[in-house]
T-cell receptor, first 110, second 113 residues
C-alpha cells in the first residue's frame, strides 16, 4: 500500500473550514484514498473516500489533485465535536485491511 | 441502524490470566478485523476473517488466537496476559469487495494488573 504523509497537528476555529492535507505520492492507479477519524478513545469512524474525482457527503468533502499525489479533507464548518485524530489511508478496495499511520490531530477551539 | 457490537466494554484481568473478547458485526457483513490500540498509539491491525476463514494476519502475538463463527461473530482469545496487553481492542466489520468504509465498534478496554 502507498504511504501517506500528514501534518502531526492542526488548529481550527469553531465555525471555520478545516482543511486537512495528505500526501500520497506513491499511490497506484487502483488505490483509493480513505479518510477516517478517531475521537478520543472511540472506535475509528469512516468519513469519506474517493478514487480520482472530488467527493462530498454529509460529513466532509474530499479534494484529490489531478495527479492523485495528494488530497485534502475539508470540514466546511468545524465544530468542537470535530476535535479528533484524522487518518488518511490509501488502499485497494475489497479484502484489504486498514493500516493506520500517525494521522493529524485536529483541535477545534471556540 | 445496527452497529458493530463489542463485549465486554471493560475488562480487568491479572497477569497470566485469560481473556475473551467478542465482536458482533453488522448484519450481512462477511469480514471482521481486530485492532489493538495501546495508550497514545495508533490502532494496530491484529487479524481478520472473511467468511469464517482467516484472511490476513498482522502483529498478533502467538498467545492470542481468534476465530469467526457460523453466525459471523468473532472472538479474540488472549492467554498468559501480560501488562503490555493493556489496551483498547477494536473490532470492525465490512462487506468484502464493496469498497465502502469499515464500521468499527466502540472497543473493549482491557486492563491487565
Amino acid at each position: 500500500d502507498a504511504k501517506t504523509t500528514q501534518p502531526t497537528s492542526m488548529d481550527c476555529a469553531e465555525g471555520r473550514a478545516a482543511n486537512l492535507p495528505c500526501n500520497h505520492s506513491t499511490i497506484s492507479g487502483n488505490e483509493y484514498v480513505y479518510w477516517y477519524r478517531q475521537i478520543h478513545s472511540q472506535g475509528p469512524q469512516y468519513i469519506i473516500h474517493g478514487l480520482k474525482n472530488n467527493e462530498t457527503n454529509e460529513m466532509a468533502s474530499l479534494i484529490i489533485t489531478e495527479d492523485r499525489k495528494s488530497s485534502t479533507l475539508i470540514l466546511p464548518h468545524a465544530t468542537l465535536r470535530d476535535t479528533a485524530v484524522y487518518y488518511c489511508i490509501v488502499m485497494n478496495t475489497g479484502f484489504q485491511k486498514l493500516v493506520f499511520g500517525t494521522g493529524t490531530r485536529l483541535l477545534v477551539s471556540p | 441502524a445496527a452497529g458493530v457490537i463489542q463485549s465486554p466494554r471493560h475488562l480487568i484481568k491479572e497477569k497470566r490470566e485469560t481473556a475473551t473478547l467478542k465482536c458482533y458485526p453488522i448484519p450481512r457483513h462477511d469480514t471482521v478485523y481486530w485492532y489493538q490500540q495501546g495508550p497514545g498509539q495508533d490502532p494496530q491491525f491484529l487479524i481478520s476473517f472473511y467468511e469464517k476463514m482467516q484472511s490476513d494476519k498482522g502483529s498478533i502475538p502467538d498467545r492470542f488466537s481468534a476465530q469467526q463463527f457460523s453466525d459471523y461473530h468473532s472472538e479474540l482469545n488472549m492467554s498468559s496476559l501480560e501488562l503490555g496487553d493493556s489496551a483498547l481492542y477494536f473490532c470492525a466489520s465490512s462487506l468484502a469487495g464493496q469498497g465502502f468504509g469499515y464500521t468499527f465498534g466502540s472497543g473493549t478496554r482491557l486492563t491487565v494488573v
